[in-house]
Structure formats: C-alpha cells, structure tokens
C-alpha cells in the first residue's frame, strides 16, 4: 500500500472562528512545559547560529528525529489505523500532542497537531520549523520501519503560525 502513494490531493485546515483563535493562542503559550521552554528557544537559535545554511539546519533535524525513531520504534502494525494509534500513544506519552494518517488513495497525508511550541520570555510564540524537520525524520523512518522503504515525510504547511497543525505529505522526494 505505501509502495503506491503520490501526493496530488490537498487536505485544508478550516478557518477559525475568534474564540478558537484566542483559544489556540492560550494553548501555545502553555503547549510546551516551562522548564523546557526558554531552553529549547535559546538551544534552537544557537543550531540555527552555528548551522547557517538551512539546508543543514534541516538535515540536523531530521537526522534527529530518524534518530527519535530509532529508539522509540513503533509496534507492527497491519493497517493506517493501527500506525496513527500507535503513534498517538507515544505522542501522547511525552505531550507532543495528536497526529492523524490520511489515505487519500494515491497519497498519504500526516497532520500532526498539539506539538509543543518553546519560547522566549515576553516573545511571541513563533512557528518550530525546527520540529516539523524532526517530525519529518520520525515519520519516515516509522513508516521504513513498517515496509515503505523510500517513502519519506515532508512539511508543507510552511507559512503556518505556531500552534497551526504541521501538515505531512509521505511520498519519494529528492533529500535536501
């Protein structure tokens, strides 16, 4: 089945309505636990200082989230049902929110939403490209673990604000 995944169709995010709006800004000042927060903003910032070129940023994070994979593999599973289950546990688990697997027949999307969002003290919350890369390392080396060798994930929702779901797309892409 992952064998034969493109990506053609495009799932959308709904509009909000204001109260939804203040209430997902409420959710990401207090998505990520305050003793991590400052830390992994500053941690984040010095990466993105001591790695100049983004597509090395991107490569690093990845490699940490193959890495996540790696000691946190997911049981067998024997259907999309099974795969989002598994990995809402573990999402769970160590509060980085939902995720939900889509096949839209000729495309597996991921949506993962929740995630924690670190940041400075009296700053706005700002997007973590920096997860979405490491999502993007953990969702394709689940889904290699699990027989779709080749098929990787990749964020796509780029110009989204903090606290709005990543959107995944899984198919076979050029590595960056």
């Excluded at 927060?37 to 100049?52: C, E, F, G, K, W």
Aim: a negative charge.
């Amino acid at each position: 089945m992952f064998e034969k995944m493109l990506f053609n169709k495009r799932p959308t995010v709904p509009s909000l309505d204001e109260g939804s709006v203040r209430t997902l800004a409420h959710f990401v000042s207090h998505s990520c636990s305050p003793q991590w927060r400052t830390l992994l903003a500053v941690l984040t910032q010095d990466v993105a200082l001591l790695l100049d070129l983004p597509e090395a940023q991107t490569r690093f994070y990845r490699t940490v989230g193959t890495r996540l994979a790696d000691v946190t593999p997911l049981p067998p599973c024997t259907s999309l049902s099974e795969v989002q289950m598994a990995a809402s546990v573990l999402w769970r688990e160590i509060g980085w929110g939902w995720v939900e697997f889509t096949d839209a027949g000729n495309v597996l999307h991921i949506t993962h939403g929740a995630y924690p969002v670190p940041m400075l003290p009296d700053q706005p919350a700002e997007m973590p490209s920096w997860l979405a890369h490491v999502l993007e390392g953990t969702y394709s080396r689940w889904l290699q673990q699990l027989g779709g060798d080749g098929l990787v994930a990749r964020w796509r929702n780029l110009d989204a604000e903090a606290g709005t779901p990543f959107l995944f797309d899984v198919g076979r892409f050029e590595e960056v």
